[in-house]
């Protein structure tokens, strides 16, 4: 069934005969880099867009896993906060976003006669409210990944075989993800979360958000590693270094990590719009 689906994913790039991938170095965004650039060679390029919600590490990992493939790598500016609306956080946020993103990447396709750009969107993206997939539609951004079939899980085990390290890399979604829908987005604010995820990620964390409440973090961390994050002395030591990024206050959230916790406070009729 898996390679099947694989099967599809390569008839389908090769009957795109070139395209532009936006590429954030992230698990499905890699793979799908790889695989188009398996298929379509030269005709194949990824597209990473730097801004302030997109962490250092994050790109300095892209460039990384972008000449591990072979691909071309072309770097653009998209700053979200200079769009109107953007930094006072509505729920529907990821859609202007994705729509300054994909315009982008639509243009640097259009200047080196691509024909196509793709998301690396899967088919589990379809269980969450992610209205940047409006804008994907609007835009006529194909999503391979999703056209085929392709679970996350199913993605992981193919990176794997392909001896990508992303293989099982933790999720990561933009920074802007982790205010309250309504609670204004700065550049400050940004960067305390950058700060604060980082270091976390430094002392052996791997999966983990740090929620912005203005002057309360919640903190996510994985099920595998909460026994790890009960230590007194731990506890003190990250409450400190919390409060030297600018937090007055430090929670750990008692579900830990999942995507869209900021998605749960939302009804049925906030999300269909």
């Known amino acids: 069934m898996l390679y099947s689906k694989k099967k599809i994913l390569d ?7 070139s395209v532009a991938v936006a590429y954030s170095g992230g698990v499905d965004s890699t793979f799908l880099l790889k695989a188009a650039y398996l298929v379509l060679g030269e005709k194949a390029v990824g597209v990473t867009a730097t801004s302030s919600t997109y962490p250092k590490r994050e790109f300095e990992e892209a460039v990384k896993y972008a000449k591990l493939i072979g691909a071309k790598h ?22 202007y976003c994705k729509n300054e993103l994909f315009i982008k990447v639509g243009e640097v396709a259009k200047n080196i006669g691509f024909k196509n750009v793709a998301d690396g969107s899967n088919l589990d993206d379809t269980g969450d409210y992610r209205p940047g997939m409006k804008a994907a539609a609007e835009l006529g951004v194909v999503s391979p990944l999703k056209y085929a079939g392709l679970t996350k899980e199913d993605i992981r ?22 205010f309250p829908y309504g609670n204004k987005i700065t550049s ?45 002395n731990l506890l003190n030591e990250i409450d400190e270094k919390f409060k030297g990024f600018g937090f007055s206050y430090v929670c750990l959230d008692m579900k830990g990590y999942r995507t869209g916790s900021m998605n749960e406070v939302l009804d049925k009729n906030s999300k269909t719009g």
């Open 11 to 17: 008839e389908y790039l090769k009957s795109l005969e």
């Open 157 to 178: 085990v193919l990176s794997k075989e392909m001896d990508l390290p992303t293989w099982d890399k933790p999720a990561f979604a933009c920074l802007s993800s982790r």
């Open 74 to 95: 072309i770097v653009i500016e998209s700053e979200e906060l200079d769009i109107d609306g953007f930094s006072e956080n509505p729920i529907d946020r990821c859609y």
């Open 188 to 232: 400050g604010k940004l960067t305390m979360v950058e700060l604060a995820e980082q270091y976390l990620m430094d002392i052996g964390f791997r999966q983990l958000r740090v929620r912005h409440h203005e002057n309360l973090a919640r903190v996510e961390i994985g099920e595998k590693e909460f026994a790890k994050i009960l230590d007194k």
